[in-house]
């Protein structure tokens, strides 16, 4: 199984951006359709934006549309996560994985994941 590595988070005040990084550790690649997923204290991970492996096809949490872009880099074995214009309710670890469709919601493999990468906006 792939072993995912989530960077990118920090501390920002509302209304800023951050780029968050999800990559395959050692020599295995990302060959899936990938999603982002968060946790803020005190409530259940949530599904933030999925992409196919092609690129061709996204999906996004109706919290982040129009704020957050999805994307990859196959020829780094990397998924990003662009946030801009950040709420405090954004606030959370972030974590990605796998998912069996682009237009999954739900992560393949829900008892494995990586150590997230904390985002906090301050207001």
């Known amino acids: 199984q792939v072993q995912l590595v989530e960077s990118g988070g920090g501390l920002v005040q509302a209304g800023g951006s951050l780029r968050l990084s999800c990559a395959a550790s050692?020599?295995?690649?990302?060959?899936?359709?990938m999603g982002w997923f968060r946790q803020a204290p005190g409530k259940d991970r949530e599904f933030v934006a999925g992409i196919s492996y092609s690129a061709r096809s996204t999906n996004y949490a109706g919290s982040v549309k129009d704020r957050f872009t999805i994307s990859r880099d196959n020829a780094k074995n990397t998924v990003y996560l662009q946030m801009n214009s950040l709420k405090p309710e954004d606030t959370a670890v972030y974590y990605c994985?796998?998912?069996?469709?682009?237009?999954?919601?739900?992560?393949?493999?829900?008892?494995?994941w990586g150590q997230g990468t904390q985002v906090t906006v301050s207001s």
């Open positions: 994985n796998r998912i069996t469709t682009p237009t999954s919601t739900t992560p393949l493999f829900p008892r494995s």
């Open positions: 050692g020599r295995a690649s990302l060959t899936y359709h």
